[in-house]
T-cell receptor, first 119, second 114 residues
């Protein structure tokens, strides 16, 4: 089946530093990837849509300069949290859509998430 | 925009019992409804999905039903096992010009007691 790999699974960084999270689709090409943020015991909040070869689309309230997204290839998207602060500590999850051709609503597969702790 | 409501927020059952999770959605244009299972510290895993041209879909112990008129859909798990314990999310999506966003419910924590 489809596999989405996310790395690292956990990261601890100091306030003011930047952290890069990678999301890879391992056995399919993904023209679109999504980045979510999840707080404890809460649902997934969509942060941005990453489109291969073009700029990401950010949801309202998400700072594009703080959460830099790059989707340089059909199998890799990266999220960089710049100048991280303790309030950025969260569980970040990427997902990739496996395109099923002309059919609508291709399945969305998730990575295993990255637990970011900013001290 | 789309709004997905999910209930109950928690459910505890005995092993072997059935569990039902219900969701409602607001946008009648939504046409795709996946269900995800999330275990502690992991990302959500797609377990089953249903499209608006189908009323019911079954995969072993898991089944999903969709009522487009009432705008609600449900996940049914039969013969529950302890490994079914997890948080389950429903979601709805509308395909609009290729831009398909999933809107998630708030999740339901299922505990299956041995």
């Amino acid at each position: 089946g489809a596999v989405v790999s996310q790395h690292p699974s956990r990261v601890i960084c100091k306030s003011g530093t930047s952290v890069k999270i990678e999301c890879r689709s391992l056995d399919f090409q993904a023209t679109t990837m999504f980045w979510y943020r999840q707080f404890p015991k809460q649902s997934l909040m969509l942060m941005a849509t990453s489109n291969e070869g073009s700029k990401a689309t950010y949801e309202q309230g998400v700072e594009k300069d703080k959460f830099l997204i790059n989707h340089a290839s059909l199998t890799l998207s990266t999220l960089t949290v710049t100048s991280a602060h303790p309030e950025d500590s969260s569980f970040y999850i990427c997902s990739a859509r496996r395109y099923l051709g002309a059919s609508l609503n291709s399945p969305l597969h998730f990575g295993n998430g990255t637990r970011l702790t900013v001290t | 925009g789309e709004n997905v409501e999910q209930h109950p927020s928690t459910l505890s059952v005995q092993e072997g019992d059935s569990a039902v999770i219900k969701c409602t959605y607001s946008d009648s244009a939504s046409n795709y409804f996946p269900w995800y299972k999330q275990e502690l510290g992991k990302g959500p895993q797609l377990i089953i999905d249903i499209r608006s041209n189908v009323g019911e879909k079954k995969d072993q112990r898991i089944a999903v039903t969709l009522n487009k008129t009432a705008k609600h859909f449900s996940l049914h798990i039969t013969e529950t096992q302890p490994e079914d314990s997890a948080v389950y999310f429903c979601a709805a999506s509308t395909a609009q010009g290729g831009s398909e966003k999933l809107v998630f419910g708030k999740g339901m924590k299922l505990t299956v007691n041995p």
